[in-house]
């Protein structure tokens, strides 16, 4: 072979392993990190800015979940919807927990940590890994779901719907009264699509509302651990 057709194989060789290594990585399994907080929690601040410095590395989904069960302090927390308390209530029987608390954190849906201290956060993810179950992928105006083993049979579909980035948040009474509170990728939507069963399935995917992401959840029921996501 001339060296210069050689070379331009070998090249092209290159350039098809290189995207086939892009398109690995863009497919890689993801670390979920749900921080279930509150605007009324003069405990949460801490783990919120903790959030904030792990929402942007590789391989993790960072979700600001607000609840409503410390409205009663004074204020109405301005995120807060009641089917994020009531996933957080789904968490803590099998976390091992006799009711929910904030802040908490919980990864890929079976391991938690408060996560206000230093590098909590950052060490849960390390040791509880990435989600490994069926291949996920949302394009197209929909969610695709590929063929794999469903612990007992079968897992729910989260439609979740978030900001992304950082929000501040002036509060004016409560335990936080006077301060202004940073979130990250907080949660707006929570919607069940469906069910997957082990076989390949699809979903469509309704368009979002202007400004906000898309994620989507393959998880075991009743809070339990989350076997596959993907974000756009």
């Given amino acids: 072979m001339p060296r210069a057709r050689k070379f331009a194989a070998l090249s092209s060789l290159g350039a098809l392993a290189l995207g ?6 863009t497919a890689q399994p993801l670390s979920v990190v749900e921080l279930f907080t509150s605007q009324g929690c003069s405990s949460c601040p801490p783990a919120n800015a903790n959030l904030i ?8 989904l960072a979700l600001s979940f607000n609840v409503t069960y410390w409205d009663y302090l004074g204020w ?22 006799d009711g929910p608390f904030t802040p908490q954190v919980v990864v890929n849906g079976h391991a938690d940590v408060v996560g206000a201290a230093p590098g909590e956060i950052e060490q849960l993810i390390s040791t509880t890994g990435k989600t490994g179950g069926p291949s996920l992928s949302l394009e197209g105006g929909k969610v695709a779901i590929g063929a794999g083993a469903a612990p007992g049979g079968k897992a729910d579909v ?19 009264t006077g301060r ?11 919607e069940k699509l469906g069910s997957w069963t082990g076989d ?29 996501a993907a974000t756009n």
Avoid: M
């Avoid at 086939?20 to 990585?25: D, F, I, M, P, R």
């Avoid at 439609?159 to 004016?172: E, F, I, N, S, W």
């Fill in 53 to 60: 410095k792990v929402k942007d590395q590789p391989g993790v």
């Fill in 200 to 228: 390949a399935t699809s979903y469509a995917l309704p368009a979002a509302a202007s400004g906000l992401s898309t994620a989507v959840l393959v998880q075991s029921p009743g809070g339990g651990p989350i076997l596959a």
């Fill in 158 to 176: 989260w439609l979740v719907r978030y900001a992304k980035g950082v929000v501040q948040v002036p509060v004016a009474r409560g335990e936080n």
């Fill in 20 to 25: 086939l290594s892009l398109g690995a990585a």
């Fill in 76 to 97: 109405k927390d301005t995120f807060g919807r009641q089917e994020f308390t009531q996933r957080q209530v789904s968490y803590e029987p099998p976390l091992g927990h």
């Fill in 180 to 190: 202004t509170l940073p979130h990250a990728n907080v949660v707006h939507a929570l």
